[in-house]
């Protein structure tokens, strides 16, 4: 028998938690690192169920951002050139294995950087408006997103509510069409 992913994080949380933490005593930082990961693999561990389908659905809203920055997109040559890059990778069909996913993402991302850049550079100013605030209104939702997929780090001050993950990933598969 193979053990599972969640038994190997668990056995690693044991020995950070129970041994190698209490052997690290009057060393602050060795001790901070040492919690660090262990906060990592929990993470990992009570998020294993929707690392994959979260990673597909943020690839979904990327492109559903590169989609809304094309109709957009009008300048110079510059502009159409990062444009039609764009375009060109929105023709292919969506990848199948989650690595193809996080590669499309990373591409994919890179590209709508490029056309901003070139958009700041010689594109209509009606055009950067409307990116600009496709961006900021796509990247907030998606921030709060991010939050709660990691709320259980602590980072959260509670001055401002962050949904459940389950319920975030209920709100994400519903506002993701691919």
């Not at 709508?112 to 496709?134: F, M, P, W, Y």
């Amino acid at each position: 028998m193979i053990a599972s992913v969640e038994i190997r994080i668990n056995s690693m949380l044991s020995a950070i938690t129970g041994t190698i933490v209490p052997a690290l005593e009057g060393n602050s930082f060795a001790t901070e690192q040492a919690l660090l990961v262990a906060g990592h693999l929990q993470t990992l561990r009570d998020r294993l169920d929707y690392m994959d389908e979260y990673t597909r659905l943020e690839l979904l809203h990327t492109i559903s951002l590169a989609r809304n920055l094309v109709d957009v997109s009008e300048g110079g040559p510059e502009t159409t050139t990062a444009t039609d890059a764009v375009k060109s990778t929105l023709t292919k069909g969506l990848p199948e294995t989650i690595a193809d996913v996080r590669t499309t993402q990373q591409a994919l991302s890179t590209l709508i950087a490029n056309l901003i850049e070139a958009q700041g550079r010689d594109g209509t100013s009606d055009t950067v408006n409307k990116s600009t605030l496709i961006v900021t209104t796509a990247e907030a939702r998606q921030s709060i997103r991010d939050r709660s997929f990691f709320s259980n780090f602590g980072y959260e001050d509670g001055n401002e509510e962050i949904p459940t993950i389950a319920s975030m990933m209920k709100d994400f598969r519903s506002e993701t069409v691919s």
